[in-house]
């Protein structure tokens, strides 16, 4: 579960970069929601209450996921028809913002699951560098953030 969970991620939009003639979701357009399609999956990006995103992932077999995100940056829920994941983070997750490169939090937090919850876990986040992606024919400043979840250290 834990290898699952150690990835390089790109996130946290800050500008769009102008794209010529095409509709790029913006931090303003954001607020109403929208979709990535990516080889047989979608993904529907929708607010939700506070700083949570619900993020709805369907994918080519029909199986669908939901994910609930703290303001698109990590999970703090994923459940679907073979996997359910929830974490509760024990500090104040407003300090983690405004990103700025080469910043390092520590995060702890419990799993709520009975059976994972007896050690401390970390999630690690590392915003490495800052760079522009496309995203189709759009293109957006952007993070590149490490995310790494430590269970009792490893």
Not at 47 to 54: F, Q, R, V, Y
Not at 136 to 149: L, S
Request: glycine content about 6%.
């Amino acid at each position: 579960m834990i290898a699952k969970h150690l990835f390089t991620l790109v996130i946290a939009v800050v500008l769009p970069v102008a794209a010529h003639g095409v509709d790029c979701p913006s931090a303003k357009t954001a607020k109403n929601g929208f979709l990535l399609r990516n080889s047989g999956a979608i993904s529907e990006f929708r607010p939700a209450e506070g700083p949570l995103i619900t993020i709805t992932n369907s994918f080519g077999d029909s199986n669908r996921q939901t994910v609930y995100s703290y303001e698109g940056l990590f999970d703090l829920s994923r459940s679907s028809n073979d996997e359910r994941y929830t974490i509760y983070p024990l500090g104040d997750l407003d300090k983690v913002f405004p990103l700025k490169k080469d910043a390092h939090h520590v995060i702890s937090f419990v799993p709520l699951d009975p059976q994972q919850s007896k050690d401390q876990w970390t999630l690690e986040l590392t915003v490495t560098k800052r760079e522009t992606v496309a995203v189709g024919r759009c293109k957006y400043e952007a993070f590149r953030i490490r995310q790494e979840i430590k269970r009792a250290g490893q």
